[in-house]
């Protein structure tokens, strides 16, 4: 088994792959345990990898068809939801040298925008964390999700507009004062 | 185009993914219509929150992974394969601990029940600096770095001389594992097969513990048997390539000229 091709494939897009799971599944140790099993999968079947391809891609579908086989099955997603009386943390766009301030400031941002991505629809969610977060095309999200091109588009265009408007105040504040 | 035909297009235009017959014009619709602009700003900014937004993999996930992964390989696919009711982490110590078993069966080593490192420990530290090595080897400390390490290890801050056993000298270097400073040698034999020797001042990992005086543990790394004992408060870790039975043969050498003479 050719162990360090397999590491040299994949370890690099662990991150990305943590980060799937974690918003698929909601909770630090089921994405560990996602994580640790799609891995394992992937060693299995690494044979059937083809050099050249996008690992990354490679992976997230594995990831994403045992996510649906085996731990979405008759369990709720334990997705966080924000209060409806709560509001989000201040929303501010990154500077060139953040100061410790500025650190905590970006680090609520995450948070906002983590919880913004929790509210949509699983569908949506998908879709904007194989794409808009970890850079997969639109051809290869439709891969990983067995839909059609268009679909991902469609999926993205009104996940983006609705957390347009869950962060709009901020992201527009920033805008008008950038403008 | 207009503003409704670009606002349709605008997650593709984005993104790169509008088809390339429309790009064109919709570059030529933003540059000369202000509220599209906004709006494009508006969608870019947004990307890049979203990208920010992305959490990194825990160290303990990384190290769990990999050492998943490293005794599934070892074991070989489907061997050891699990049961897919089980979690996986529990999966992950009962393949380690199998082969760990078979390791103390061979080397007759002392034989220690596994827990999970804590991902903050000596233990993961060690794991993760043998990992990060690149090929080039180690380089050589400053002589500051030499001074603090001899001031904090005693004598034993410097790198034993094992070409007895085939091995030359590779590198050392001062390094923090988990705030524990350390001296880390490696050796290289004439196949290309790699040593690695770390000591430090504190206690044996939970792994190893149970051990006594002139006693070695074994804890399986992925393909390696890593070898620990402690000598005069000082905690010794040995790990490589190497063929197995010779490096154990290297940490009882170790380990006898390190443990501390009988008193009296």
């Known amino acids: 088994m050719d162990l360090e091709g397999f590491e040299a494939a994949t370890v690099p897009h662990m991150n990305a792959l943590y980060d ?8 630090q140790a089921t994405a560990q345990d996602l ?4 891995y394992l999968r992937a060693l299995r079947s690494f044979g059937t990898f083809t050099p050249g ?7 997230l579908r594995i990831q994403y068809n ?11 997603m334990p997705l966080v939801w924000l209060d409806e009386g709560e509001a989000d943390p201040a929303l501010d766009l990154p500077s060139a040298e953040p100061g410790p301030e500025e650190e905590t400031v970006r680090e609520l941002d995450r948070e906002a925008v983590r919880r913004a991505i929790a509210r949509l629809p699983e569908d949506f969610r998908t879709a904007v964390t194989l794409v808009d ?8 999200a439709a891969t990983v999700l067995s839909v059609p091109r268009g679909t991902i588009l469609s999926r993205l265009h009104r996940a983006r507009r609705r957390l347009e408007a869950m962060l709009l105040p901020e992201l527009g504040r920033v805008q008008a004062d950038d403008l | 185009m207009t503003c409704e035909d670009f606002q ?11 088809e390339q017959g429309e790009v064109s014009d919709a570059r030529d619709h ?3 219509c202000d509220d599209c602009a906004s709006r494009l700003l508006l969608d870019r900014q947004l990307t890049a929150l979203l990208r920010a937004s992305a959490v990194p993999a825990p160290q303990e996930t990384v190290t769990a992974v990999l050492a998943t992964v490293r005794a599934e390989a070892e074991a070989g696919a489907g061997r050891l394969a699990p049961s897919p009711r089980q979690p996986a982490r529990r999966r992950h110590w009962l393949a380690l601990a199998a082969a760990m078993l078979a390791a103390a069966a061979v080397l007759a080593v002392a034989l220690l029940l596994v827990p999970a490192p804590d991902p903050g420990s000596p233990l993961s530290a060690a794991w993760s600096s043998y990992h990060s090595r690149g090929e080039d080897g ?3 400390p400053t002589q500051a770095q030499a001074e603090r390490l001899f001031a904090v290890l005693g004598p034993d801050s410097r790198t034993p001389d094992l070409a007895a056993f085939g091995l030359t000298k590779d590198g050392w270097e001062a390094r923090d594992l988990a705030g524990h400073l350390a001296a880390v040698a490696e050796y290289r034999d004439p196949d290309g097969g790699r040593v690695t020797l770390m000591r430090w001042r504190g206690d044996l990992p939970q792994v190893a513990k149970g051990t006594e005086g002139g006693q070695l543990a074994a804890y399986t790394w992925g393909r390696h048997t890593s070898y620990w004992w402690e000598a005069d408060g000082l905690v010794w870790c040995l790990v490589g390539t190497i063929d197995q039975d010779r490096l154990y043969g290297i940490a009882e050498h170790l380990g006898g000229e390190s443990s501390p003479a009988p008193a009296g």
């Open chain 1, 20 to 27: 799937a799971a974690l918003r698929l599944a909601g909770d």
């Open chain 2, 8 to 18: 349709l297009r605008l997650t593709a235009f984005s993104l790169g993914e509008l």
């Open chain 1, 66 to 76: 045992l996510f649906c086989t085996q731990y979405r099955r008759g369990r709720r």
């Open chain 2, 30 to 32: 933003v540059a000369t």
């Open chain 1, 133 to 140: 977060i970890h850079g997969l095309s639109c051809a290869e």
């Open chain 1, 53 to 59: 391809t996008n690992s990354r891609a490679w992976l």
């Open chain 2, 138 to 140: 180690l380089g050589t």
């Open chain 1, 35 to 38: 994580t640790q099993e799609t």
